[in-house]
């Protein structure tokens, strides 16, 4: 008997196809340009599941794809890779010293960042602060919207909820990060 080292995931549709998703998104981002059929080879999908979550990347506007012509070759590929202009996202770390805040493409590169001095006491001190400099950072590079906004903070933390046990290093206890940042977002 041949022993294979697949792994099988289970569950239902959407949770399958919501995995399948993120690993061929995340294989364009690593490995891009690369077309349909490696990325099939690689992930060892079928072609249409392969060619459906594209095209809905596609359509969603995380993905590109162009024509590389390459005359050793018969059929020309559509090389598929990651339109790094149309989604962002917010990036703060609160520190002791200082506050970190960034905008980040999809592609995981840093647009922009700036370090903020750190003189404020209260949670709420810190994420109006943070607020402010990434709506200056989206003003500074013209961007409209942020798909969200990543938060690090040192503690122990309910990343479900935004809820901030205790984080010793700043002296918070029982902080509703969450609810924080949505009492300041304003269209973000």
């Not at 196809?17 to 099939?40: D, H, W, Y």
């Amino acid at each position: 008997m041949k022993k294979t080292n697949s792994i099988i995931i289970g569950g239902n549709s959407k949770l399958v196809r919501s995995i399948n998703r993120a690993t061929i998104l995340n294989l364009i981002r690593e490995r891009q340009p690369i077309s349909r059929v490696i990325i099939s080879k690689i992930t060892r999908l079928n072609k249409s599941t392969v060619s459906n979550i594209v095209s809905e990347l596609i359509r969603e506007g995380y993905l590109i794809e162009e024509l590389v012509s390459d005359k050793k070759i018969g059929r020309n590929p559509l090389q598929l890779h990651l339109n790094q202009g149309r989604h962002f996202v917010g990036a703060v770390n609160f520190d002791t010293k200082l506050i970190h805040v960034a905008i980040v493409n999809l592609n995981g590169k840093i647009l922009k960042q700036i370090e903020i001095q750190n003189s404020v006491v209260t949670p709420d001190d810190y994420v109006k602060r943070a607020i402010k400099k990434i709506n200056q950072l989206k003003s500074e590079l013209a961007i409209k919207t942020l798909q969200g906004i990543g938060v690090t903070i040192s503690g122990l933390i309910d990343p479900v909820n935004g809820h901030v046990s205790v984080a010793p290093n700043l002296g918070w206890k029982d902080v509703k990060l969450k609810e924080l940042f949505r009492k300041y977002d304003n269209g973000i």
